[in-house]
């Protein structure tokens, strides 16, 4: 399943939203020379987050497993932030991106784009102290927006359950849409989450950070309520559970106040 759009009104100009996926991108670009081999692998070991090297738990590592990456054990916290930035391939950041795209907008309308940009990096600190809690003699070095994104969708289905997200859903030689409630759709990407966590406990080698997307995700159902701005939250028609019953007249207020915003 993949998400197409949802049916949530935009009120604010979402510029951090904007801003970060304009970042990735321009990391992958420069950095990771669009996923060049050589400028791929050298970005994400020098920016990646090695746990075992980050908390110098050299002597957990199983030495007949192969190492990606030199340890050294002086890794540097910042990784914790860069590695936000980082993907490991075209799939990885078009993936992440659109993800942040879709969800990113109402949740940044909802806070402001202050606290937004920094419910969205303490979200990843979520994202990347579970993945280290998980697993930290872990050598292989975690890349990817999606635990701060997770954060971004934990925020979401807390501020617009109800809110209907249209997904493109492949069944067999069938292509379909359909839309649910977005309460459904990320809970069932949560489940996901929880049940390949589970099962890559101990596992050896890279894949994808389970345990990364569901600290994040936790991390933003938390933060949402302190980083929330009740009052910009109160003009958007798709809030809560009590969802107003006649959207389109909440639609006209809405364009009605942005005219007399701007003009």
């Not at 419910?119 to 999606?146: C, E, K, R, T």
Request: charged content about 15%; aromatic content about 12%; hydrophobic content about 50%.
């Amino acid at each position: 399943m993949i998400p197409i759009r949802d049916d949530n009104p935009q009120i604010y100009t979402p510029y951090v939203t904007y801003g970060l996926i304009a970042m990735n991108a321009i990391v992958w670009a420069t950095l990771q020379g669009f996923g060049s081999e050589a400028a791929l692998g050298e970005s994400i070991c020098r920016l990646g987050l090695i746990p075992a090297d980050l908390l110098g738990t050299l002597d957990s590592i199983d030495r007949q497993q192969p190492i990606p990456c030199r340890i050294d054990g002086q890794s540097d916290w910042i990784t914790v932030l860069s590695s936000m930035f980082m993907h490991g391939s075209w799939m990885h950041i078009l993936g992440n991106m659109w993800f942040l795209w879709i969800f990113g907008n109402n949740v940044e309308d909802a806070m402001g784009s202050v606290r937004f940009a920094i419910f969205y990096i303490l979200s990843g600190v979520g994202a990347a102290a579970a993945q280290i809690v998980a697993d930290p003699a872990s050598p292989i070095p975690m890349v990817g927006a999606s635990g701060a994104i997770g954060g971004v969708m934990g925020a979401y289905i807390i501020l617009y359950p109800r809110v209907h997200v249209h997904l493109f859903v492949f069944l067999g030689f069938i292509v379909t849409t359909f839309a649910v409630p977005a309460v459904a759709m990320l809970g069932y990407w949560l489940l996901l989450q929880v049940v390949g966590g589970i099962t890559s406990l101990g596992a050896q080698g890279g894949g994808v950070a389970f345990w990364a997307h569901l600290g994040g995700f936790i991390a933003g159902a938390i933060l949402v309520f302190v980083f929330k701005d009740e009052a910009r939250l109160a003009q958007h028609p798709y809030r809560g559970w009590k969802q107003q019953r006649h959207a389109s007249d909440l639609w006209r207020k809405v364009d009605s106040r942005r005219d007399r915003r701007w003009h």
